[in-house]
């Protein structure tokens, strides 16, 4: 089961099996790319499972740093195209 990502009322949901976590847009610094197996950022919430994952997309917010574990290449391509409309 992968994590699935969604847009609503100016926040980003994402969820992975029974959790969700929604981060509002205006809250988002920066979106990149984690090459590290566990993630660089300690303190960093993780979504997801990191073994068999080949995508290790960080999030880093005012309040809190996400690291998000998936197969999907897009997923990151997604989030910052929800993040770009935030400006619309």
Known sequence: MGIK????????IISWMFSKVEIPKNEIK???????YGGEEQKALRIGHPSA???RILIKTSKQDYLL??????T?????????????
Request: charged share 35%; glycine share 2%.
């Open 69 to 74: 574990f998936t197969n999907e290449p897009s």
């Open 53 to 55: 994952t080949n995508e």
């Open 30 to 36: 920066e979106i990149n790319s984690d090459d590290t």
């Open 5 to 12: 990502v969604k847009e609503k009322n100016g926040s980003i």
């Open 76 to 88: 990151q391509n997604k989030i910052e195209r929800m993040i770009s409309r935030r400006l619309s």
